[in-house]
């Protein structure tokens, strides 16, 4: 079984049909990363909402999951699409009214460099592993004065690990971090906590995948890295967000 198919078996397809957990994102010294399907799958929430205010021109949800965000902006009649690896994710969104893809931001996307917003919400900036390298993916995705909303962990972190998908009832599925969803504590911060005896449940490991948690001051870094400059930063509901633009834009500012 491939990373990619196996994010297209059980448990996360189970997860998002049924639209509850428990899910997690597991490492192999048994941490766990509890992953909010719940209100993945509900409508948007007052944090949801502010990203929503933000957004602006064509909106690219990158590893939008259950699409609560593309479906909400097309319910504005605003146009936005979503990019996720996982079919049921892509099923879902479309049947809430919003247009999806079954695509990896790494693969070629429709509008290349002409995108005005991209977002990387619910720690999707952890995609691939290498938070540098995907925000310099996304300055060829968006266009040239496209900016970036990024939720972050609300510790001050700057992690890369490899993970896998648990359910913590012992089944187990595994991706290879190109494109998809990363997860909160039950606060609904991207920070990691092991579950009620500590480990997970007793099935055959995935394959495992590189994932990253960043906190604010980590993406900072890896934004500048990147070509990317903060313009605007903020926490609601116990979650934290950066805005970022180009560079070459913010020195003009």
């Known amino acids: 079984m491939t990373a990619v198919t196996a994010w297209r078996a059980d448990p996360y397809t189970d997860a998002l049909r049924s639209g509850r957990g428990p899910l997690f994102l597991r490492r192999d010294d048994g941490w766990l990363l509890p992953l909010e399907v719940e209100r993945w799958c509900e409508a948007p929430d007052r944090a949801d909402r502010r990203v929503l205010e933000r957004c602006r021109g064509t ?3 990158i590893g939008c999951g259950p699409g609560r965000l593309v479906a909400a902006l097309a319910a504005e009649g605003r146009r936005a699409l979503g ?6 994710a892509v099923a879902r969104t479309a049947r809430l009214g919003g247009a999806a893809l079954c695509r990896s931001v790494f693969a070629s996307l429709p509008a290349e460099g002409r995108w005005d917003t991209a977002l990387l ?3 999707n900036i952890g995609i691939g592993g290498d938070p540098s390298a995907l925000l310099r993916r996304v ?3 968006v266009g040239p004065t496209g900016f970036v909303i990024a939720e972050c962990a609300s510790v001050d972190v700057d992690e890369r690990c490899e993970v896998r998908v648990d359910d913590g009832r012992g089944g187990r599925a595994g991706r290879d971090g190109r494109d998809d969803r990363a997860g909160r504590d039950d606060r609904g911060s991207p920070d990691g906590r092991s579950g009620p005896d500590g480990r997970s449940g007793g099935g055959g490991p995935g ?8 906190g604010t001051r980590a993406l900072a870094r890896h934004a500048e890295r990147a070509g990317w400059a903060v313009s605007v930063r903020w926490d609601l509901a116990g979650r934290h967000f950066l805005e970022l633009v180009p560079r070459s834009s913010a020195v003009r500012r």
């Open 59 to 61: 909106v690219l949800d």
């Open 83 to 88: 990019i996720d690896i996982s079919p049921e």
């Open 139 to 141: 300055g060829q995705v």
């Open 207 to 214: 394959a495992p995948f590189p994932w990253a948690r960043v």
């Open 121 to 123: 919400i619910d720690g």
